[in-house]
């Protein structure tokens, strides 16, 4: 029923583990974005903003033709309206979900992701923008764990997509340098997470294959491609 396009991280991580709590049917298309996959024009001609995740849904609502989506947070809305579950609708109950979810959209993921770019992946250390995008993953998990402790269960009371959503980017919490001793209530409602049988479903769905990291797959993941790609067209 749905095609997903993928590749294991922690964006793809949020809808194979989505599409395992549905239990929808799906097909894997690996996106290898490491050798620059996600640049070719049949997966532009799905997702064009040219990142992973993508699905393609072949038996639509509407019974219309394949519908494509891309943008993990319009993703998770998409099938949790088309199956019912994981966000509510009532009217409060159901903008709690998506504020959290749109607040790990422009805020939990960018900025953890800027801050493993600066401090693990580039190649230049630059101090500044380390402690600029550590302090604000700090402020974000202090966000979260104050949320966490108001409702004593998960991200917006019931657990939901805004868990989700949330979830694969705290994954990263080791290699980035934080300890969730330091957060509470993100520990508790991590290892809640973490312990569901579909979510460590969703998380063990193909890894990256153990290829050198060379200056060809920091090309390609880190934008350079792009650039060259926009100066061609």
């Given amino acids: ?77 998409y099938l949790a309206d088309k199956t019912g579950c994981f966000l509510p609708k009532e009217m409060r109950a159901r903008s ?10 422009g805020g939990l993921g960018p900025m953890l992701g800027q801050h493993g770019h600066f401090a693990l992946y580039a190649q230049e250390k630059i101090p500044y923008a380390i402690e600029r995008y550590r302090d604000e993953a700090a402020r974000l998990y202090r966000v979260l764990d104050s949320q966490l402790g108001r409702t004593g269960a998960y991200v917006a009371g019931d657990y939901s997509i805004a868990d989700i959503a949330c979830f694969p980017w705290t994954m990263t919490h080791k290699a980035q340098g934080f300890t969730l001793d330091d957060y509470p209530n993100v520990k508790r409602w991590y290892a809640e997470v973490r312990a569901r049988p579909q979510v460590q479903a969703g998380l063990a769905l193909g890894k990256f294959v153990k290829e050198p990291f060379d200056e060809q797959a920091r090309r390609n993941m880190f934008g350079q491609a792009a650039k060259e790609m926009g100066r061609k067209s």
């Avoid at 974005?33 to 903003?49: C, T, V, Y």
């Avoid at 709690?96 to 959209?105: A, E, S």
Wanted: hydrophobic share 50%.
């Fill in 1 to 77: 029923m749905i095609d997903l396009y993928y590749a294991p991280t922690p964006n793809g991580w949020k809808i194979s583990i989505m599409l395992e709590e549905l239990g929808l049917p799906y097909t894997v298309i690996p996106v290898n974005i490491r050798a620059g996959e996600q640049f070719k024009p049949d997966f532009l001609a799905i997702s064009p903003n040219n990142r992973i995740p993508a699905i393609v849904d072949r038996a639509p609502a509407d019974s219309g033709p394949p519908f494509s989506i891309f943008e993990t947070g319009a993703i998770l809305i």
């Fill in 96 to 105: 709690v979900v998506m504020q959290w979810l749109m607040w790990q959209m």
